[in-house]
């Protein structure tokens, strides 16, 4: 098990909560709350252990734009690949804007 810590630069707030995904043989869970304003910090707990870098990097890609909401994400990873995790973090987003059902 392990636990890593993000921080990025975001833009207001998210609307509302939202949850995607379910923890899983190959999938991971994403918990979404309103962030601090300019702030995004994402929590990743995985089962995986030595991806850092690769976590690191899917993130990286995916709060590169700053004008998204600010949120705050707690990821519970049972051994997602990249794809997944971006899916997942799309959902939440999508739902946070009230955008999803």
Same mark, same amino acid.
């Given at each position: 098990? $392990?636990t890593l810590?993000? @921080?990025? %630069?975001? *833009?207001? %707030?998210?609307?509302?909560?939202a949850?995607?995904?379910? #923890?899983g043989s190959? @999938?991971l869970?994403?918990?979404?709350?309103? *962030?601090?304003?300019g702030?995004?910090? #994402?929590?990743? $707990?995985?089962s995986? =252990?030595g #991806?850092? =870098? &690769?976590?690191?990097?899917?993130? *990286?890609? &995916?709060?590169?734009?700053?004008?998204?909401?600010?949120?705050?994400?707690?990821?519970?990873?049972?051994?997602?690949?990249?794809?997944v #995790?971006r899916?997942r &973090?799309?959902q939440?987003?999508?739902?946070?804007?009230? $955008?999803?059902?």
């Amino acid at each position: 098990m $392990q636990t890593l810590t993000l @921080d990025y %630069p975001a *833009g207001a %707030p998210a609307r509302q909560r939202a949850l995607a995904g379910v #923890v899983g043989s190959g @999938d991971l869970e994403v918990l979404l709350e309103p *962030g601090r304003a300019g702030r995004s910090t #994402v929590v990743v $707990q995985t089962s995986v =252990d030595g #991806v850092n =870098d &690769i976590w690191t990097a899917v993130l *990286g890609r &995916i709060f590169a734009d700053e004008t998204q909401p600010a949120v705050a994400l707690e990821i519970n990873d049972f051994g997602a690949t990249p794809a997944v #995790v971006r899916l997942r &973090i799309a959902q939440a987003m999508e739902s946070a804007r009230g $955008q999803r059902s």
